[in-house]
Structures are given as C-alpha cells and as structure tokens.
C-alpha cells in the first residue's frame, strides 16, 4: 500500500468511526411545544419585568391572608410558627440584633410577588391566581407601613414601591 492509499484508510477509518459515534449519542428529550415553557417562565425581576396581568388592594388581601397564610406567619404578619412578613424597620444596622422580615430587609417589593407566586402557600404552592397575589402583596406591603391601605398593585405600580431597605445592599462585582 501506497503512503497516499494509507493515509486515505486513515481517513475513512476516522471518519467512519466518527459518523458511529455520532449515530451512538442518547436521543434524549423531545422539542418542547410552543408554549409549554410558559407554565414554568414566571420569573420577576426586580424591575417589574415578567409581571403578570391583574390588581389587589391591601383591603382584598386581608382575608385571604387569614384564610391561607396566618396560619403559618401569624396574625397580620407576626410570626409564628414560620418566618415575621412584617416589622423590624430600621433594626438593621448594629448593635441591636437584626430583626429581618420583608418590610425591614427586602430591598424590592416585586421579589414578594415573584416568591409567593412560585413558594406559597407553602403546603399548596401555586394555587394563588394573579389577583390574590397583587392583594396579598399590598396587604402585606400595607402592614409595614410601606403602602396605603386603598393603594392598588398591579404590575405598573408594585415595581414603584420602594423599600425601606432598597439600598441596603452592597453590590459585588463578580471577578473583582
Ligand atoms: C403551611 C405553612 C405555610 C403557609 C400556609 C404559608 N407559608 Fe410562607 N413560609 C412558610 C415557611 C416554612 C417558610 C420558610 C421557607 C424557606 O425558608 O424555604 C415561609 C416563607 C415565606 C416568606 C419568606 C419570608 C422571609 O423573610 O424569608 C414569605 C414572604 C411567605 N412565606 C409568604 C407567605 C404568604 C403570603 C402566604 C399565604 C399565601 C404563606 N406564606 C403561607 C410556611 C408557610
């Protein structure tokens, strides 16, 4: 055999043995369907972006809040047994120790959407339609003081409510 006739033998051989491996990968998964991704693509960012469609006042959250959340969080957001939603303003910074619910720490009231639509209630997640989650948002916004109690959320004004902890936060350059 020619040194040419080899190298091409080679080259089959390689090139045949490339296609096997290709035929050989797992074919995992099927293209997902148009709009099959929307269920799970609920994402909110701090900016409002990805906020749904609907409204609530603090007035309509009131009793769904002690239907579905007191139970767990207390009465109008105390505590107990799970997690304060509301108080601890202004208890942040030393010495005293930190008192950390949404209305003292979080630094954006559109995470509190983001978080009760896809975590709460924590026994039946999911179940909250657009409306219950905008009047829970401004009842609990409303108990810490941050809204009034006829103020409506909808996915124009919540992204304009301020925080009292909004610049609380240092931010961390990643590869600094
Ligand atoms: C069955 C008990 C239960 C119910 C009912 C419940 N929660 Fe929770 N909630 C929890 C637990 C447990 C956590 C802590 C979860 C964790 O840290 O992963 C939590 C955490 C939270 C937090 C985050 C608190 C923080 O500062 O980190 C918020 C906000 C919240 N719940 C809101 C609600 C709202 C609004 C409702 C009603 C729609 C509700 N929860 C109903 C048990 C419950």
């Known amino acids: 055999m020619s040194t040419h006739s080899i190298l091409l033998a080679t080259t089959t051989c390689v090139l045949l043995a490339s296609a096997g491996i ?3 990968t797992p074919k995992l998964g099927t293209p997902i369907a148009p709009g099959a991704v929307e269920a799970w693509d609920i994402s909110v960012e701090p900016d409002g972006v990805g906020l749904p ?3 609530g006042t603090s007035k309509q959250g009131e009793a769904i809040y002690a ?5 767990c969080h207390g009465e109008k957001g105390t505590g107990k047994p799970y997690d304060a939603l509301v108080g601890g303003i202004g208890t942040l910074p030393a010495p005293q120790a930190p008192v950390r619910t949404v209305g003292s720490y979080w630094p954006y009231a559109t995470t509190f959407f983001d978080y009760v639509r896809r975590a709460m209630p924590f026994n039946e997640t999911k179940s909250l339609s657009n409306d219950e989650l905008y009047a829970l948002t401004a009842y609990v916004l409303h108990l810490n003081g941050i809204v009034g109690e006829n103020d409506t959320m909808n996915a124009q004004t919540l992204p304009q409510v301020r925080m009292p902890n909004r610049d609380g936060f240092v931010p961390f350059k990643r590869g600094d």
Do not use: L, Q
Request: with cysteine; glycine share 18%.
């Open 22 to 24: 290709a035929a050989e």
């Open 53 to 55: 469609p609907g409204s």
């Open 67 to 71: 239907a579905k959340c007191a139970g």
